[in-house]
């Protein structure tokens, strides 16, 4: 079972236009050991259509920093990968 997260404590470090973007986004937290989930409102997968406002990636608030430059990195250098559309400093 995983890690329980407050949902007080909890910040946007991106929104992304796919599901694969934020799992991808999601790994190289993961990776360094940053726990993190993800939120869309798409009836749990079953009508993708629903989540106009993209599928964000939450940390918490004590993270978003260290995410924020992970996610930066793990876009290779560029100020937005394709589809990312914010994170932490937005």
Do not use: C, Y
Request: glycine share 12%; no cysteine.
């Amino acid at each position: 079972m995983g890690t329980v997260m407050n949902d007080s404590e909890l910040v946007v470090v991106g929104t992304f236009l796919t599901q694969i973007e934020a799992d991808l986004a999601q790994g190289a937290l993961q990776a360094a050991e940053i726990t993190s989930m993800i939120s869309a409102d798409d009836a749990g997968g079953q009508r993708p259509h629903l989540w106009m406002g993209g599928i964000r990636l939450l940390v918490r608030a004590e993270d978003a920093e260290q995410a924020a430059q992970i996610l930066k990195l793990s876009e290779g250098g560029n100020d937005r990968a394709p589809g990312h559309r914010g994170d932490a400093e937005s």
